[in-house]
Each structure stands twice: as structure tokens, then as C-alpha cells.
């Protein structure tokens, strides 16, 4: 039988029949299906040809089992800790270990240096307790400068107690080249590596974020097999449940077509909102873009938008209802959160509040989602909605392989390169001639 | 002498001489002194008038001792503060909090139910220990359905618990009227009081933000200074130097005029992030609007962005300088953070950062921050930056008040009403309704 997803993606929203002119009309979406085919047929082809390589990732049971034989006996031995890597080798750790991580904070402490920013060098330097501290380095270039300059510190103090950098400090690297590999090398420190053709918005589910995660306690395994079924629906689904592509095409044809300009991501539920933010750095660095492949000049991408349901109700909700019309809002919504919590005996009354008795926790979330997407169509303002059938780790994993999909779909109907990031390079040059480098 | 601010607005990337037409040109530059002058003679002819409630705040003495006499007993006593509230009820804390707090996580642990999230609930329940956590629950309506439902959600477990509610659960709301108030009453909880006038997303030097950031060991009253200082200046600086003015104006023209239809706020500082969140509320609440004053059609309002440096240029620069030239970037810089960080010994020449060696680490930061401005100005993409001479409670104070201004001069500039929020009521009309309330 062939594999399809547990995600589904509702465009009801995103037609004109619901939202006028700013939606998409009937034919476009008989259109759709064939479209899909087609985008699927390219991403085949190339990914035969040695592109799309994070999509050989949840099938390398090898390098999982390096993660978790890496992990194993550190775990227990620590009570923090801090990843010193930025971009993609902090955000994808953090829509892990936010999304999945215990309740009520138990287990290891983590945290991420992600900046050079002093004072939170000092902040989490005063937190943790060098003896109980493991450190993990990330960069796939192993020249980050950020990493590097936190590296140093972090090893600095180290070395000033007379800790043995091997013990305390692990490295996720390039497997055979850059400045980082060449001193884990040097220092005996165990390295695990990420592999040259996946970059790092599309790291997540190397050793870049499943080594932490793993420290963390998650669970990688189930992960990656909900990872695994996404590759395998993203080949196999009808095209109907193809999400990705789905909205890959619908976000980019939204966003030429219709102006919307900014893709809002709002998952009604606080554990997703890092997720927002490793999505903000996946569409925003694949998609913007001043180059087609063929390199003709264009002003490619779409600004992704971090909100959080229920509470950007309170925030933002207000300018996406009544100022410009230039968003397509996707929103997440968790069907069956475990545990989820009733409601139980209040004064619901007393607040206006009648209606909640009886009712459990997610039912008024959900309803809050279905009121938002409602009110944003009474406006004219078109949305779609992904709805999870859980918050596992499974599920989880395919949401972030789907999301990925997503955006390789985006990037071919923007006709750009998703995996280069050309510009980032021009800001640096300039700070480190300021400096005198 | 005439107050004036300690923080400036460097308004160089933002002219025509540096991003071409992308930019505003000199003789807009004249006039803007000129119109400067005339907003503020409107804000003080209608703060007289009884509008703009917010300026009063930094000079209510009184209400800063209440916050101060109302905390002083409570510390010592807790472990985990626990505020229920959600946007303008939180938001304002956050900012106070992740600036401020004392390094290395000492003292009290600060928790926010912000959400209506079962797996938020369940986190922070499973966090605290009921006995050595004292909450305190804020809506200025006093019937905010999150902030409600997360308020019988715990005062059912401390009654299960046999706790009393007067000695775990503190209350901000109106001082008249409301439910929660109501409720307050009834249960002799001790209740802080949101002037009638000030709105959610102003309320940040109110008791909302002020209580528990006084309960959590930050230092309001110097806080305040800094707030009281700007509010001087509002009035006497001289109108060159009158950043929040500036700010608000550059920001809309630049709107309007030059399709700058995000304005990404780009603090150089991790500690700034949670500002970045709170300005995302009070510029999109206040600017998002589809009336102006006179009724007239319009869709006013500019997407607040929010990104931190450096961490971001990992994230987002690549969007912001190749992408839609759609932006106007509004830096901040923290020129003396305490403690800053000198640079260590360390293998640096390996990692080709050789450069670094005998600098701070807030000079790389800085240097981060004007080569990404210069890069952004080089693709013709306007920017501005805020300099901050440190990180201070004082300055925090400055920032926020000023923060609020500019968005009350670019309230002007739309010609809509900052301070009303009219759509984000259909939302929550039709998720009750899907509730059956």
C-alpha cells in the first residue's frame, strides 16, 4: 500500500469563493493536481541527479545510530546543556527540544549560544556548572564566527579549570574539512558530521539537531520515522494529500499573484512557535532571492511571519484583520494535544465564561483557530490550515520533512535556487574590515 | 537645563544620498523639524485634552510605591512567579524581564500562561511547586477568556491543594469594574490596579508590567527614571534629537511613499528580543487599522518584523537583501553593555579570526550590525539604528517610553486611532459561537 500522510492541509480558506479576488479560483485548483505531477517528476529526476540531499536523511539509519551510540554514554552525566552554533544549527534544535521536550522541565537543561552578544555569554557562563556541562559546537563550514568566538570563550574557561576539552565538548562539523574539524581533530574530540550537501536551514534532521536533541532525552528514533513516512508519502500520496507541494505552490502563487507578500505562519499551539522560527529562516533564506536559476533578475520571496495562536490574537491579529491585505496567514492546528486538560469546576459564570464547562482545553483552542480563520475570510484575507493529529515525535518529524518539501516546491515554482544563500557573505566582509580583519 | 534623551536615531541609510530612491531626500530631511514640532504641539494640546494616557505614568509616584509596598512582603517567600495574562499583559513583562534579569538565572523563576494551550498549562503545572509559587493573574477588562480560563485552571488546584488563594494569587485589573475584580474582592486577593485610560499594548509602566517585574527583583524604580526622563524630553528636547518623532514619521513615509511595508526591528542584543516581541504588538495594534479618525477608508499599518542580531543574519539578512526591497530596518545598538567581554587567548589564527584577538566581544557585535547596515544600504535598502549607551534599567526605560511615542506620532501620521483595537473582537464573537456560548 502506498504511504501517505497524517498531516492534511485544508485550502478552503485560500479559494475565491471564500475570499473574492484574493483568493484562488476554481480552475486553479483543477489545475493543481497536474501541476503537482509535474513539480513531482523534477524533484525525482534531480534528487537522482545529487540534489535535494536532506531528503536522503531519513533513510540513513547509519548516521542515526551514530547519534544515539554518541549520545548514550553521556547521558546522566551531565545537568546542562549549551550548543554554541547559530542559523540553522541553533533553530532546528530548538523547534525539537521545544516541541518535544518533558513537561515540566525535566531532564538536562538546555541552552543555545546563538549570538555574540556579551551578556549572554555572561548569562548562560553564571548558569551552568562547568563540571556538569557538556558543550556541543555546530557549524558546517567550521568557520561560523559566532561558533568560533563562542568556542573560544566556552573552551577558554575550560581550559582555566583544568577540565579536558574531550570529556566536555562535543563537535558537529563538515566530515573532512574546515577549521572546526581540524581542532576537534587536534583536541581527540568526538565529532559527528553533517553531510556536504545538506545545508544548514535544511540540517535539522542531521547530527546538527538530532545529537542535542538526543542529549536531550528526545526521541530521535520515532522522529525520523515520522520523517521516513513523510519521504515516503512525498513520492507515493495521491496528489489530493500532498500538502508540500500543495502549498508550496499555493504560498508562491498567493504571494506573485495575489500580493500577499507575507507568509503569516500561526500554529495554535505554544510548543510550535519554534518551529515558526526555524520556518522564518527556511523560507525567508531559500526563497529570497535576486536571481532566477537562469539568472535573470528577480525580486523572489516571501517574508514569513512568526505568530502563535491564541495568543498574537492579542498581538498581531489586529493588523492582519484590518491592515493591508498582503498576507496568506497558514495556520497549525493539534487535534488530540496529550494530555489534554478538561476544564474542571469554576466560577466559569461569574466571567461570561459559561460555555467552557464541560469543555477540554483544546476544544476552546481549536475553536479559536476555526474563529480566526473565519473572521480573516469575512475580511477577504485568505488562509489555509495544517491539522496535526498529535504532537508526537512522529508527527513532528513529518511536519518538518513536509515543511522542507514545501519550500523545495516554493523555490521551483520561484524558479531560484533554495539551497544557496549569496548575500549573507556581503555583511560579513564589511564587519570584518571594520575590525580590521 | 532642557531634558533630552540618552539614546539616539541614526538616520544616514535612510537618505537618498545613500539608498537612491529607496531613500527620503534632503529637502525632506528640512522639513521634518518642522513637522516634528507640529505633532508635538498636537500631542501636548491633546494630552491636556485628556488623551495619550500613558504619558502620565512615568510621573505617578504613587502608583510606584503601591507596585513597591505591594511586592517588598511577597520576596523571599517564592520560588516560581507565575503570571496569567496574555499580549499586552505579558508581553510588557517579557521585555522588563529578559533585559533585565540578573545574570546566570539567579533569583525567582519567572512562567507566563500566555496561551490557551493544554500542553502550556501541563508544562508550567508540572514546573512549580504550588506551595513556593505565588501568582498573579492580569486583564485590565478583567474577562480576557485565556487569562480566565488559566486563572480557574490554577486557583482549582490550589484550592485542591488547600492553599489559600489570598496568599498564592495577586491581582492586576481596572480599578472599578470587571469580573476578575469582582472575583478579587471576593476572595480578599490583593489587587493592583491599569489606569482606565491606558491600553493593553501601553500598559507596560503600569502595574501589569511593574508587579511582577518589581516580585521578580528587577529595578522599576530606576526604570521609571529612565521613563520620566523621556517624557521630559517628548517635550523640551531639541526637535533634532527627538528620536521617537523622527522614528515615527521616517517609518510611515517611508510606508507610503517607498513601499517599506515591513518595519524589521533588528536589535544587535539577545536580551532586546522580547522588545522586539512587544513593539511587534504596539505597532501592529495600534497602526493596523482600516478607518482613519475622519471614518474614511484606508489600510493603514506596517508589519512589525521582528529579528535579532547577529543571530539573524543566519536567518533572515538573505530575504532582507536580495528579496522584495519591501523593508525599512530600524536597528538597535547597545554601545557599553555591563559586563562586556574581552576576547581571550585562543587558537583564533586557526579559525582565520585572527582579527578578534584583543577586541570585546560587544566590538564584534557592533561591527556586526553596521556591516550588515552598510550591506543593506548597498542594495539600496533603507535602514535606521537606534544607539543605546548601555543596557540599563534607566535606558530600558528610555527605549520603551520612546518606543511608545513613535508609535504615537506614526499613529498621527496615518491619521487613524492608535489606541482602539476594533477587529479583534469578530474572532473571539465567532469562537464562541463555534463553542455553543
Same mark, same amino acid.
Given at each position: 500500500?502506498?504511504?501517505?500522510? @497524517?498531516?492534511?492541509?485544508?485550502?478552503?480558506?485560500?479559494?475565491?469563493?471564500?475570499?473574492? @479576488?484574493?483568493?484562488?479560483?476554481?480552475?486553479?485548483?483543477?489545475?493543481?493536481?497536474?501541476?503537482?505531477?509535474?513539480?513531482?517528476?523534477?524533484?525525482?529526476?534531480?534528487?537522482?541527479?545529487?540534489?535535494? @540531499?536532506?531528503?536522503?536523511?531519513?533513510?540513513? $539509519?547509519?548516521?542515526?545510530?551514530?547519534?544515539?551510540? @554518541?549520545?548514550?554514554?553521556?547521558?546522566?552525566?551531565?545537568?546542562?546543556?549549551?550548543?554554541?552554533?547559530?542559523?540553522? &544549527?541553533?533553530?532546528?534544535?530548538?523547534?525539537?527540544?521545544?516541541?518535544?521536550?518533558?513537561?515540566?522541565?525535566? *531532564?538536562?537543561?538546555?541552552?543555545?549560544?546563538?549570538?555574540?552578544?556579551?551578556?549572554?555569554?555572561? /548569562?548562560?557562563?553564571?548558569?551552568? &556548572? !562547568?563540571?556538569?556541562?557538556?558543550?556541543?559546537?555546530?557549524?558546517?563550514?567550521?568557520?561560523?564566527?559566532?561558533?568560533?568566538?563562542?568556542?573560544?570563550?566556552?573552551? *577558554?574557561?575550560?581550559?582555566?579549570?583544568?577540565?579536558?576539552?574531550? /570529556?566536555?565538548?562535543?563537535?558537529?562539523?563538515?566530515?573532512?574539512?574546515?577549521?572546526?574539524?581540524?581542532?576537534?581533530?587536534?583536541?581527540?574530540?568526538?565529532?559527528? &558530521?553533517?553531510?556536504?550537501?545538506? *545545508? *544548514?536551514?535544511?540540517?535539522?534532521?542531521?547530527?546538527?539537531?538530532?545529537?542535542?536533541?538526543?542529549?536531550?532525552?528526545?526521541?530521535?528514533?520515532?522522529?525520523?520515522?515520522?520523517?521516513?513516512?513523510?519521504? #515516503?508519502?512525498?513520492?507515493?500520496?495521491?496528489?489530493?494529500?500532498?500538502?508540500?507541494?500543495?502549498?508550496?505552490?499555493?504560498?508562491?502563487?498567493?504571494?506573485?499573484?495575489?500580493?500577499?507578500?507575507?507568509?503569516?505562519?500561526?500554529?495554535?499551539?505554544?510548543?510550535?512557535?519554534?518551529?515558526? /522560527?526555524?520556518?522564518?529562516?527556511?523560507?525567508?533564506?531559500?526563497?529570497?532571492?535576486? #536571481?532566477?536559476?537562469?539568472?535573470?533578475?528577480?525580486?523572489?520571496?516571501?517574508?514569513?511571519?512568526?505568530?502563535?495562536?491564541?495568543?498574537?490574537?492579542?498581538? $498581531?491579529?489586529? !493588523?492582519?484583520?484590518?491592515?493591508?491585505?498582503?498576507?496568506?496567514?497558514?495556520?497549525? #492546528?493539534?487535534?488530540?494535544?496529550?494530555?489534554?486538560?478538561?476544564?474542571?469546576?469554576?466560577?466559569?459564570?461569574?466571567?461570561?465564561?459559561?460555555?467552557?464547562?464541560?469543555?477540554?482545553?483544546?476544544?476552546?483552542?481549536?475553536? $479559536?483557530?476555526?474563529?480566526?480563520?473565519?473572521?480573516?475570510?469575512?475580511?477577504?484575507?485568505?488562509?489555509?490550515?495544517? &491539522?496535526?493529529?498529535?504532537?508526537?515525535?512522529?508527527?513532528?518529524?513529518?511536519?518538518?520533512?513536509? !515543511?522542507?518539501?514545501?519550500?523545495?516546491?516554493?523555490?521551483?515554482?520561484?524558479?531560484?535556487?533554495?539551497?544557496? $544563500?549569496?548575500?549573507?557573505?556581503?555583511?560579513? #566582509?564589511?564587519?570584518?574590515?571594520?575590525?580590521?580583519?
Amino acid at each position: 500500500m502506498s504511504q501517505s500522510y @497524517s498531516i492534511s492541509l485544508d485550502l478552503a480558506h485560500a479559494t475565491a469563493e471564500r475570499v473574492g @479576488s484574493h483568493g484562488l479560483d476554481a480552475a486553479y485548483f483543477e489545475n493543481l493536481s497536474h501541476r503537482v505531477r509535474g513539480f513531482r517528476a523534477r524533484l525525482n529526476l534531480e534528487r537522482g541527479q545529487g540534489r535535494h @540531499s536532506y531528503l536522503a536523511l531519513p533513510h540513513d $539509519q547509519d548516521a542515526l545510530e551514530t547519534v544515539l551510540r @554518541s549520545a548514550a554514554p553521556r547521558m546522566g552525566h551531565f545537568d546542562d546543556l549549551v550548543v554554541l552554533g547559530i542559523g540553522g &544549527s541553533s533553530l532546528g534544535l530548538w523547534a525539537l527540544y521545544r516541541a518535544l521536550s518533558p513537561l515540566g522541565g525535566a *531532564g538536562v537543561c538546555v541552552h543555545v549560544v546563538d549570538n555574540t552578544d556579551p551578556l549572554l555569554f555572561a /548569562d548562560i557562563a553564571g548558569r551552568v &556548572s !562547568l563540571k556538569r556541562t557538556l558543550f556541543v559546537a555546530v557549524s558546517k563550514s567550521g568557520s561560523t564566527l559566532e561558533t568560533v568566538l563562542a568556542l573560544g570563550f566556552f573552551a *577558554g574557561k575550560l581550559r582555566a579549570a583544568q577540565l579536558k576539552l574531550a /570529556d566536555h565538548l562535543m563537535v558537529v562539523t563538515d566530515p573532512e574539512k574546515g577549521p572546526l574539524k581540524k581542532f576537534a581533530d587536534e583536541h581527540e574530540l568526538e565529532t559527528l &558530521s553533517i553531510p556536504p550537501g545538506v *545545508g *544548514g536551514r535544511f540540517s535539522v534532521l542531521t547530527a546538527a539537531g538530532l545529537l542535542p536533541a538526543a542529549l536531550a532525552g528526545l526521541d530521535i528514533g520515532t522522529l525520523m520515522e515520522g520523517a521516513e513516512q513523510a519521504e #515516503r508519502a512525498c513520492r507515493e500520496c495521491a496528489l489530493e494529500q500532498d500538502w508540500p507541494a500543495r502549498l508550496g505552490l499555493v504560498a508562491t502563487d498567493l504571494c506573485r499573484d495575489k500580493g500577499k507578500r507575507g507568509l503569516v505562519f500561526m500554529p495554535y499551539s505554544s510548543r510550535l512557535a519554534a518551529v515558526a /522560527d526555524w520556518l522564518v529562516q527556511l523560507w525567508d533564506e531559500s526563497l529570497g532571492k535576486s #536571481r532566477r536559476l537562469d539568472q535573470t533578475a528577480v525580486e523572489a520571496g516571501q517574508t514569513a511571519i512568526r505568530a502563535v495562536g491564541a495568543t498574537d490574537q492579542h498581538a $498581531q491579529l489586529q !493588523l492582519f484583520l484590518e491592515g493591508p491585505n498582503d498576507k496568506f496567514t497558514l495556520f497549525a #492546528r493539534v487535534e488530540r494535544p496529550e494530555p489534554d486538560l478538561p476544564l474542571g469546576d469554576f466560577e466559569w459564570g461569574a466571567f461570561d465564561a459559561e460555555f467552557v464547562r464541560g469543555k477540554t482545553l483544546s476544544q476552546v483552542l481549536n475553536a $479559536q483557530q476555526r474563529g480566526t480563520a473565519q473572521a480573516l475570510a469575512e475580511r477577504q484575507r485568505p488562509s489555509a490550515a495544517l &491539522s496535526l493529529p498529535t504532537l508526537s515525535p512522529r508527527v513532528l518529524g513529518e511536519l518538518l520533512l513536509g !515543511l522542507e518539501l514545501a519550500t523545495t516546491y516554493a523555490g521551483f515554482a520561484w524558479a531560484v535556487d533554495a539551497y544557496d $544563500q549569496p548575500a549573507v557573505e556581503l555583511g560579513k #566582509r564589511i564587519s570584518r574590515r571594520i575590525l580590521g580583519g
